[in-house]
């Protein structure tokens, strides 16, 4: 395993509630 895939479960996450949160943002408009 690298390091980042080590990390990933929570970088993973992290992106991605970013990204939800950015999409429903974005639909409010």
Known sequence: MT???Q???H???TQ???F???SL???EF
């Open 7 to 9: 990390h990933c479960p």
């Open 16 to 18: 991605e509630f970013t």
């Open 3 to 5: 390091y980042n895939e």
């Open 25 to 27: 943002k974005q639909k």
């Open 20 to 22: 939800i949160s950015f």
């Open 11 to 13: 970088l993973c996450l």
